[in-house]
């Protein structure tokens, strides 16, 4: 008996060390490099705990507006809308399962919803997937036009449109992910126009393939698959109306040259501009072991964005999240693959009310919220001051993350950049050199090296004038001398 409880206890205690400090980072050598937890579970919402009459049926998506927190529970066709309070509670406000059609539109129940952006103006845009629609709403449910299938030579028809993923700017325009397409998204105007594709991903070739299709004959080549773009798997729309997308299909030896680019940050242009300064790549983990049966690199189902343009995206392969600070820095990864609270059977959805995170998890119909510790707003509040032009302050907020976490190499990064910015250029190269950040290192010396050249300019110019003239009065002296003795 007293065996028995002894081999219980130890369980316990090894399942609270798994859920509890599995916070990690990378350092200089890609290694695993444990950290104080970044954030902790408040607790776990179930479909019972709602009072719904019915439980979640595949819920697939979350999104967030002020201080409300929506879940497109698909299967059931509707949405739940829930508030969130000021206790970090989740409450029941409404059902979502039909809208006022006002006379335009027969059709006011949803079809397997599977996506929701609210804008600015409280106007909703809803991805009524099985119906072929994006619909646009007022913020009292009335119907005012939906996005639909488009009559374009651009866009070639054949399969059934279903569209899965939308966002929209601050103008009305539209943007949506749709089923079996990989030209990017679909591009809308306010008024439903079609204006084609925008941010297609690289085709990325196989060299081999490309060889042997060279090689084969007619009917080999049409039994090959095409060299086609990526697909999308989710997006976000950044407060400055930057679209941040994020991929799953790609090769993976392609990460690692970041020719695969799983996070990207569309601009107007549809181009890329993903700001990736860090020592390696945001492609979620570095290393891709076989731990349970689970292995292979991060699969990022879903990404949110703060307004400090951090930005953490959630993995359906092992089930963590990563945070990236703006420059592509990793910041912190925790998570995992388990039924403990903080941990995931299959995430699909991540979304964020201030620094607070939700994740929604397909499998078990739950949605998990994190709230912050102090050591992670240490972390935020340093990269806000820094950002704003604060670097005395950025610097001492650093410190006090060093004393919480002596090994966080970002605190050393950010203490550097506080005293460049500060013309304390010495200090910096000290901070960068400790962490091996070559390239600010670099960018510091080059400031020292010119400070101390004006410093001693001086003393530079004594210098050079001494030795031109040093050679020139030995010479004089000397041929003064010889002429003395001639006499």
């Known amino acids: 008996m007293k065996k028995l409880l002894f081999i219980t206890l130890l369980f316990s205690l090894c399942a609270v060390s798994f859920a509890k400090g599995d916070t990690y980072i990378y350092d200089h050598w890609t290694e695993v490099e444990k950290s104080p937890d970044v954030y902790r579970v408040t607790h776990v919402l179930y479909s019972d705990d709602l009072n719904l009459g019915s439980s979640l049926k595949n819920p697939n998506s979350l999104f967030a507006y002020e201080d409300l927190l929506y879940i497109l529970d698909s299967d059931n066709n509707r949405i739940i809308e829930l508030k969130y309070t000021q206790d970090k509670k989740l409450e029941l406000q409404r059902v979502i399962d039909r809208f006022n059609g006002n006379g335009k539109t027969s059709l006011t129940t949803f079809n397997k919803p599977n996506d929701l952006f609210i804008n600015k103006d409280g106007s909703f845009f809803i991805a009524d997937t099985e119906n072929g629609r994006v619909l646009k709403l007022d913020k009292n449910l009335n119907y005012l036009l939906e996005f639909v299938e488009p009559d374009d030579p651009t866009y070639e028809k054949g399969s059934e449109f279903r569209p899965e993923k939308v966002v929209a700017d601050a103008k009305g325009r539209v943007y949506l992910l749709a089923r079996n397409i990989n030209k990017g998204f679909l591009k809308y105007e306010y008024d439903g126009t079609f204006q084609g594709f925008y941010g297609a991903t690289d085709v990325i070739y196989n060299f081999l393939d490309m060889i042997w299709k060279r090689l084969a004959t007619k009917a080999q080549r049409d039994q090959m698959e095409s060299f086609v773009p990526t697909e999308y798997s989710n997006a976000y729309m950044d407060k400055d109306g930057f679209i941040y997308a994020v991929t799953n299909s790609f090769e993976e030896w392609d990460l690692k040259s970041d020719v695969a680019k799983p996070i990207r940050r569309l601009n107007a242009l549809g181009k890329d501009i993903l700001v990736k300064n860090g020592n390696y790549y945001p492609i979620g983990d570095l290393n891709w072991g076989d731990a349970a049966g689970i292995k292979g690199p991060a699969k990022f189902t879903d990404i949110t964005v703060f307004d400090n343009d951090i930005y953490c995206t959630i993995d359906k392969t092992h089930g963590r999240i990563f945070g990236y600070n703006s420059q592509g820095y990793l910041l912190f990864a925790f998570g995992g693959r388990g039924s403990i609270d903080g941990f995931f059977n299959y995430p699909v959805s991540i979304e964020h009310i201030g620094n607070d ?94 400070e101390w050249i004006e410093a001693h300019l001086g003393w530079i110019f004594a210098i050079i004038v001494a030795l031109i003239l040093i050679p020139f009065i030995i010479r004089r002296i000397k041929a003064i001398k010889r002429e003395l003795q001639s006499l």
């Open 357 to 450: 995170l939700f994740v929604l998890d397909n499998m078990n119909a739950s949605i998990t919220v994190f709230t912050p510790t102090e050591y992670c707003e240490l972390i935020y509040k340093a990269l806000e001051q820094y950002s704003e032009g604060e670097y005395d302050a950025s610097a001492v907020t650093w410190d006090k993350v060093l004393k919480i976490n002596g090994n966080y190499d970002l605190a050393y990064i950010g203490l550097g950049k506080a005293y460049l910015r500060n013309n304390q250029y010495k200090q910096a190269m000290d901070c960068f050199k400790l962490k091996r950040a070559r390239k600010d290192y670099s960018k510091a010396f080059q400031y020292y090296r010119k």
